[in-house]
């Protein structure tokens, strides 16, 4: 089982930028599909973008534009960068992975890090 762990979040005002971490403890090549997923107090957990083994990348239409997500295999890391950040951006951001299909359902992964709270003052 892999394991995740989130870094890089904090407060910054809007249109501002926060680069978001996820330090796996397995190499990123075995994993087929990592994501980012955000959940707000009373929210369901919503997905923000994914990446798969083959390159391919998708992203919620809120992110679309202004999120960017990456990997570092050498040091088994999987980022967020975004940019233009909004209030509505708010939330506890999380990091997945499975080895299977995906998309951005969160029933699509059973592995999952801590959480890293963003939060975006306007």
């Known amino acids: 089982q892999v394991q995740l762990v989130e870094s890089g979040g904090g407060s910054v005002q809007a249109g501002g930028s926060l680069r978001l971490s996820c330090a796996a403890s397995?190499?990123?090549?075995?994993?087929?599909?990592m994501a980012w997923f955000r959940q707000a107090p009373g929210k369901e957990r919503e997905g923000v973008a994914l990446?798969?083994?083959?390159?391919?990348?998708t992203y919620s239409d809120s992110a679309k534009g202004r999120f960017t997500i990456s990997q570092d295999h050498a040091k088994r890391t999987l980022y967020l960068q975004m940019n233009s950040l909004k209030p509505d951006d708010t939330a506890m951001y999380f990091c997945?992975?499975?080895?299977?299909?995906?998309?951005?359902?969160?029933?699509?992964?059973?592995?999952w890090g801590q959480g890293t709270q963003v939060t975006v003052s306007s």
């Open positions: 990446t798969v083994s083959g390159g391919g990348r």
């Open positions: 997945a992975a499975g080895r299977g299909w995906c998309n951005l359902s969160p029933t699509r992964f059973n592995t």
């Open positions: 397995e190499d990123l090549y075995n994993l087929y599909c």
